[in-house]
């Protein structure tokens, strides 16, 4: 994991990383080569290769730069406004485990 934690909370408590839609993906590759921290990497299935969110933690909260390259609109995040409130209330959670 590239992050270990983010504002003090361990990034895996944070749901935050892309989900592909395999109805959409058409294999092209972009998005395990647009992101360096290596969240997707390609695997094979029934001797096809296609890519994963193998690493889902090591995206970037609130990251969304693959979802702009994916030509097929196959890459989704979810709420940037849930997901800010979900942190907030974590932050406050583990502001209150320290005290
Ligand atoms: S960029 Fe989109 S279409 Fe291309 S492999 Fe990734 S998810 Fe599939
Ligand atoms: S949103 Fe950003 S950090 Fe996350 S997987 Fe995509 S490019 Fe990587």
Known sequence: ?????????????IPWYPTIDYEKCINCG???EYCTLGAYEFEEKDGKKRPVVKNPYNCVVLC???????????ISHPSKEKTRKIIKKLQEDYDTKTL
Do not use: D, F, L
Request: hydrophobic letters at 20%; proline letters at 7%.
């Open 1 to 13: 994991m590239t992050e270990e934690s983010y504002k003090g909370i361990p990034r895996n408590k």
């Open 30 to 32: 972009k998005c395990v």
């Open 64 to 74: 969304t730069g693959c979802q702009s390259q994916c030509p097929a609109g196959a």
